[in-house]
């Protein structure tokens, strides 16, 4: 039966080509296929897919609708819920959240839900030639967010939509936090974000880049401007490292460092612009998550001859996405499981050659359910490697908790809320990565978007 079989192939570049640019990998259905998906939908009437998103698109209804070829309706149906639908068709963790509810996957593949929200917003871009602006009435009362990453510019688009004056102040140079400085070209084109930026312009949000609250201006300072309410949306963008002997040889790089300075700072069209990244024939990526993955196929792209991903689990435990793992292994990537560097030895002149492993055992489940890592004693070895990039993980940036008086943070820093998102601070709201640490992008944007409602009913009740 129809209802059971596999999703429709999403085309994609042959590996052995698209390791060689940083295009799009994943191209995206055509009208005839993203129909033919839609009719694999079942219509439930109790939406099960609808309840797994974190945004609460209406899965069953923005689905209908490209089925009836009605394209423009279906990115206009999903835009009610969803401020950045091309970014959340590209890179929302959809295996996890709507499509792991979805009917069919129980007894075949589930419907392919992010690539049809990647099609109706693809074409409502190309094709859409009505403007989106929303009738609203503008309170008058400000609003400042302070972030531009998937938490931040969800909420500024609800607030915008809600009649606010909305400010989002960035740190770096252009919009988009971790969507323009964290993930991949080959993955979330930069005009694809620039295009869902747009959008939220056009709603009435105002964008002010090279802003560093904590420095630029205080909390503090925002309210004494008129601002009414404060969203913090500051991400996690701290990496960690090892503190293993070696980790400030030349060569080695966190993640963040890496990928900023080849996807925002474009550092692999040096000398077009003027940011270089030095990449060695013998790459090694230490962690196994997505920004793990990300950095691989990266590194693999600049010209490394060999790229290894270390990870101290089992292929199992690996929390990266299923499909960046297999991108990676179509591309070449080569992994050292149950492994972990515990020394970085250099040369004369202070750059990286080697990498001292230890190797590995599985015990027990820890805190968070997978199997806890023992070390084997007397099973070190060596691993020859010209860069080392540091993919272990992020955590916030202490800037605005040391500067606001009255705004708690736990130990690991990260900004103490309620069920609402309101801090300790009366007035400062906080959602996504500076609250729940380095989490996805879809679950980021759920906290914006419940930020907007918390903050309405603030400003309501004030």
């Avoid at 055509?30 to 009719?39: F, K, L, M, P, S």
């Avoid at 835009?79 to 979805?102: D, H, M, W």
């Avoid at 930026?197 to 401007?225: A, C, H, P, Q, R």
């Avoid at 001292?356 to 806890?372: M, N, T, W």
């Amino acid at each position: 039966m129809s209802f059971i079989t596999a999703k429709h192939p999403m085309p994609e570049q042959d590996p052995r080509e698209r390791i060689k640019n940083f295009k799009e990998v994943a191209l995206g259905y055509d009208q005839e296929t993203a129909v033919a998906e839609a009719n694999r939908c079942l219509q439930c009437k109790g939406a099960p897919c609808q309840k797994g998103c974190p945004v609460g698109v209406e899965i069953p209804a923005f689905i209908k609708l490209i089925k009836e070829g009605d394209f423009i309706a279906a990115g206009n149906k999903i835009k009610e819920r969803n401020n950045l639908p091309a970014v959340c068709g590209r890179v929302c963790p959809q295996e996890n959240q709507c499509e792991k509810q979805c009917v069919l996957g129980k007894k075949g593949e589930p419907v392919g839900i992010g690539r049809l929200e990647r099609f109706a917003a693809d074409y409502g871009a190309a094709f859409d030639r009505t403007a989106q602006h929303l009738s609203r009435q503008v309170t008058g009362k400000k609003v400042a967010v302070i972030g531009s990453g998937p938490a931040g510019l969800t909420a500024a688009g609800d607030l915008a939509k809600l009649g606010y004056r909305v400010t989002v102040f960035e740190a770096l140079h252009v919009p988009g936090g971790v969507l323009a400085y964290g993930i991949p070209e080959f993955r979330l084109p930069k005009d694809i974000v620039k295009r869902e930026v747009d959008y939220l312009k056009s709603l009435g949000v105002e964008i002010k880049t090279n802003m560093i609250i904590g420095k630029t201006f205080t909390i503090d300072e925002l309210f004494t401007d008129g601002f009414q309410a404060i969203f913090v949306a500051t991400g996690a963008g701290l990496p960690y490292f090892m503190n293993i002997p070696g980790e400030n040889l030349n060569g080695v790089f966190s993640a963040n460092e890496f990928l900023t300075r080849t996807n925002l700072m474009k550092a692999y069209r040096f000398p077009e612009y003027h940011t270089p990244v030095h990449i060695g024939a013998k790459v090694a990526v230490i962690g196994a998550g997505n920004v793990a993955m990300d950095s691989a196929r990266t590194a693999l792209r600049l010209g490394a001859q060999k790229v290894t991903v270390v990870y101290r689990r089992s292929e199992k435990e690996m929390p990266a996405r299923l499909e960046e793992i297999k991108h990676a292994q179509e591309e070449g990537v080569e992994f050292l499981f149950l492994t972990s560097p515990v020394k970085l030895i250099g040369d004369k002149e202070g750059w990286v050659k080697n990498m001292q492993c230890i190797r590995y055992e599985l015990g027990e489940p820890d805190a968070s359910g997978r199997r806890k890592p023992v070390a084997v004693p007397g099973s070190e070895f060596n691993v020859e490697v010209d860069t080392v990039i540091m993919a272990i993980g992020q955590g916030p940036n202490p800037l605005i908790t040391q500067t606001t008086d009255g705004l708690m943070s736990n130990a690991r820093g990260n900004i103490i809320v309620d069920e609402r998102g309101q801090t300790t601070r009366s007035g400062v709201f906080a959602g996504g990565d500076i609250v729940t640490g380095a989490a996805t992008v879809i679950l980021a944007m759920g906290a914006g978007k419940q930020a907007a409602i918390s903050i309405d009913q603030y400003l309501r009740d004030k």
